[in-house]
T-cell receptor, first 115, second 114 residues
Framework: AQSVTQLGSHVSVSEGALVLLRCNYS??????LFWYVQYPNQGLQLLLK??????LVKGINGFEAEFKKSETSFHLTKPSAHMSDAAEYFC?????????????FGKGTLLTVNP | DADVTQTPRNRITKTGKRIMLECSQT?????MYWYRQDPGLGLRLIYY???????NKGEISDGYSVSRQAQAKFSLSLESAIPNQTALYFC?????????????FGPGTRLTVL
């Protein structure tokens, strides 16, 4: 079984401030981990993914995430928030390898960026 | 053109009506998925298909059925719609890429059941 917990359903930052969105996972096998972003009235777009290569993963729009096995975490960060980053962010986990490619999503974190 | 398309984008219907949501993809992927999104609940998997002859229930399949008409088409049906099926529905596709599997999402269908 696999699960994802996103800490904080709503995060608010000022423009130019650090963005930190938290994700913890549970998986019985080595996981693949993903961050998706959903802009208003749009579908989900992949930001970045971890697939057992480098533990620090860089994604689009200046976002990055670090896989920490000891903490079962995959937190998303961006050094300086921009107004265009306002969106909902979803962390997701799937099982690596095998025949199970289903994603399990967290409940999402809504990011608000204040001017 | 979008790789994953969904029709309709918006639909309002009445309780008891049969509704079909359609998904098409041009990515050549074998795997297709249907999710529903509710505020505060994230995305939950309804059905998934790993190829044309393979259909599997997800975590919330009750009240829904699917049809995989071709590799590129995967439809979701609500046999008798009820108000708590009001939600945003997403189709997704995936294919094996180096090191892992990435799902690509359509733009969503907003369904309202009155």
């Amino acid at each position: 079984a696999q699960s994802v917990t996103q800490l904080g359903s709503h995060v608010s930052v000022s423009e130019g401030a650090l963005v930190l969105l938290r994700c913890n996972y549970s998986s019985s096998v080595p996981p693949y981990l993903f961050w998706y972003v959903q802009y208003p009235n749009q579908g989900l777009q992949l930001l970045l993914k971890y697939t057992s290569a480098a533990t620090l993963v860089k994604g689009i729009n200046g976002f990055e995430a670090e896989f920490k096995k000891s903490e079962t975490s995959f937190h998303l960060t961006k050094p300086s928030a921009h107004m265009s980053d306002a969106a909902e962010y979803f962390c997701a986990v799937s099982n690596s390898g095998g025949s199970n490619y289903k994603l399990t999503f967290g409940k999402g974190t809504l990011l608000t960026v204040n001017p | 053109d979008a790789d994953v398309t969904q029709t309709p984008r918006n639909r309002i219907t009445k309780t008891g009506k049969r509704i079909m949501l359609e998904c098409s993809q041009t990515k050549g992927h074998d795997r297709m998925y249907w999710y529903r999104q509710d505020p505060g609940l994230g995305l939950r998997l309804i059905y998934y298909s790993f190829d044309v002859k393979d259909i599997n229930k997800g975590e919330i399949s009750d009240g829904y059925s699917v049809s995989r008409q071709a590799q590129a088409k995967f439809s979701l049906s609500l046999e008798s719609a009820i108000p708590n099926q009001t939600a945003l529905y997403f189709c997704a596709t995936s294919g094996m890429t180096e090191g892992g599997d990435t799902q690509y999402f359509g733009p969503g269908t907003r369904l309202t059941v009155l």
